[in-house]
């Protein structure tokens, strides 16, 4: 209609969309035998308040007897919207419509892709590009050539996706969620269309002729205690299996992999691969993608015989406490992530910058055991210093205990989103970590930030640095900042505060010999106000010293923690503008 202003129209509470699909039933189920109203609200509730699947299932089920409710209950439990009797094609094809009309296979891709994550999930864009990347051979995709322009052309996608409601905006802007009608069409389309499979809530592992001839597979058990000692598959490239409802983890049997060669992609969460992983793995010569989520593991030396094709790792909250030499082999990595491995304490000295190709580097953000902290029987760990010859790298998670561990050269000119963290004291919390992944516009330079934490050393990275760093790098894209512990009597200079255009979060806690959140000292520009324009919250807790937010000249604090002209000094003045 080409409005100015969109507005989204909400899905139907339990409450209305009872009463709707009452309307089309009749009214007398409710009064009916309790075992046909359960069913009734079980249905209702399987259509997640969606008026065109409450209005085409109600109209389907209306004078039916209870074999065809029954019928339609365990159908929707599997997925199977359009082969209720009756239900007239509406829904499928009114959705199936929405599908056709997208411009872009990539956007279908994307679409059918995201199917396969559970019912109700969460999905991470993170995921959603490593996907899309590994597929991208598949798809005959010219473009993206590098891990960031496939963010950039996922988040696009998404958004068209959302425009059409097919997908929908998850906890946080980084996360999506698909609704589940909308999913159960998906899953049809894909098996039509692409020979997917995908089965969730499942006890027994599905007959042989059910996947042996599917492109893709997404196994989702629900109490499944064995799988098949060889999963005969030939032209499967793309097999996801999540165990983590299950009630014991999977073993992987040996050989399980020997007929699946064209397997390009292999995501596994909650599965033991210990103490060795399948020699059948290290068989798959056309593997782009390895994920071993919440995987019990063992060694892991044996992947370095995918170093052909591999360039997508991920052993993100498995139990690993070493990364073998062996890693340092896979030369063709871009991506490495073991995030939330909260047991690793070493990797040894050269493997990281072996990784030459790396875009993205995720480390556990409890890992602070880097050359310099320890040298605890006399272990030769990784250095900071490595980091340095990944000149690729465009994303990283980090922790870094001691900003004196720092190279003197520090310079990350391609990172573009990010989190580190320097600070001898860091509380580690793994849902906050999952759910606020950190992005920024692109960047040049250790110092356009968009979220960092920082404590004790902020001089150097803030301020007057200790080491050169360009001082036409500085902070246009900070948008959080948050400091503690700082031994520093100012935050900023006056031309470090005028750059900072973008901040709308600070915070700064417990800095007892802080007079000051910017210097006094000559500016040329002393006359003209210094404006935070996009600053929305601002939280200044147990400073003791604190004078005022820009100091006039000639004021310092005392011993005992008040200005030496109190009674003229103003927290605020009119040398900045909030």
């Known amino acids: 209609m080409d409005v100015d202003v969109g507005f989204h129209v909400e899905f139907l509470t339990k409450e209305e969309a009872w009463t709707l699909f009452k309307k089309k039933v009749g009214n007398h189920v409710d009064s009916h035998d309790e075992p046909l109203r359960d069913i009734a609200w079980a249905i209702c509730n399987k259509c997640r308040g969606l008026p065109v699947?409450?209005?085409?299932?109600?109209g389907a089920l209306k004078g039916k007897d209870m074999h065809a409710w029954k019928d339609a209950l365990h159908?929707?439990?599997?997925?199977?919207?359009?082969?209720?009797?009756?239900?007239?094609?509406?829904?499928?094809?009114?959705?199936?419509?929405s599908y056709d009309q997208l411009a872009s296979e990539d956007a279908k891709s994307c679409f059918l892709l995201c199917c396969l994550f559970a019912e109700d999930a969460e999905i991470s864009i993170d995921d959603l590009v490593r996907y899309y990347m590994a597929w991208r051979t598949l798809n005959h995709y010219q473009m993206p050539v590098t891990l960031e322009q496939g963010f950039d052309r996922v988040c696009t996608v998404v958004?068209?996706?959302k425009s059409c409601c097919l997908l929908l905006d998850g906890e946080s802007k980084h996360l999506v969620k698909m609704h589940d009608v909308v999913r159960d069409i998906a899953i049809s389309i894909a098996k039509d269309e692409k020979s997917f499979l995908v089965k969730h809530g499942f006890k027994d592992w599905p007959e042989k002729v059910a996947y042996e001839h599917c492109s893709v597979i997404s196994l989702r058990p629900d109490d499944v205690r064995k799988v098949p000692d060889k999963l005969v598959c030939p032209e499967l490239h793309t097999l996801r299996l999540d165990c983590a409802t299950n009630r014991s983890p999977l073993q992987i049997p040996d050989e399980?992999?020997?007929g699946t060669g064209n397997l390009m992609v292999l995501d596994l969460t909650r599965v033991i691969m210990s103490p060795l992983l399948p020699a059948s793995l290290a068989k798959l010569a056309k593997l782009q993608m390895l994920c071993l989520n919440r995987c019990h593991l063992g060694d892991i030396s044996i992947l370095k015989d995918l170093k052909v094709h591999l360039e997508i790792l991920s052993l993100r909250g498995s139990n690993i406490e070493v990364l073998p030499p062996e890693v340092g082999e896979l030369t063709r990595l871009r991506l490495l992530d073991m995030s939330d491995c909260l047991q690793l304490g070493m990797i040894p000295k050269g493997v990281i910058s072996k990784l030459f190709r790396l875009e993205e580097l995720h480390m556990p953000m409890n890992f602070g055991k880097w050359e310099g902290t320890t040298n605890e029987r006399k272990i030769s760990n990784a250095s900071l210093d490595e980091l340095m010859s990944l000149t690729r790298l465009t994303t990283l998670n980090i922790w870094i205990p001691d900003a004196a561990l720092l190279p003197e050269d520090l310079s990350f000119e391609n990172l573009v989103r990010f989190e580190i963290i320097i600070s001898k004291r860091f509380e580690y919390d793994p849902v906050r970590h999952f759910r606020h992944r950190v992005?920024?516009?692109?960047?040049?330079?250790?110092?356009?930030l968009e979220n960092f934490h920082v404590a004790n050393n902020l001089e150097f990275l803030l301020g007057k640095p200790k080491r050169s760093i360009p001082r036409n790098v500085l902070y246009p894209y900070l948008t959080d900042l948050s400091v503690r512990d700082c031994g520093m009597k100012y935050l900023f200079s006056p031309s470090c505060a005028r750059e900072l255009v973008g901040l709308q979060r600070l915070t700064i806690k417990h800095c007892g010999v802080m007079e000051g959140v910017i210097e006094t000292e000559k500016d040329k520009d002393e006359d003209i106000p210094i404006i935070f324009s996009g600053l929305k919250l601002l939280n200044l807790k147990n400073l003791p010293n604190l004078i005022s937010f820009y100091p006039e000249k000639g004021k310092t604090a005392t011993s005992s923690g008040s200005s030496s002209d109190h009674a003229q000094t103003v927290l605020f003045n009119d040398k900045v503008m909030l």
Do not use: C, E
């Open 256 to 258: 399980f992999f020997i």
């Open 75 to 97: 159908k929707l439990k599997n997925s199977m919207l359009k082969d209720i009797v009756g239900i007239n094609q509406k829904v499928y094809a009114s959705l199936k419509w």
């Open 53 to 58: 699947a409450i209005n085409a299932i109600g």
């Open 159 to 161: 958004d068209t996706l």
């Open 439 to 448: 992005y920024t516009k692109p960047l040049t330079g250790i110092l356009i």
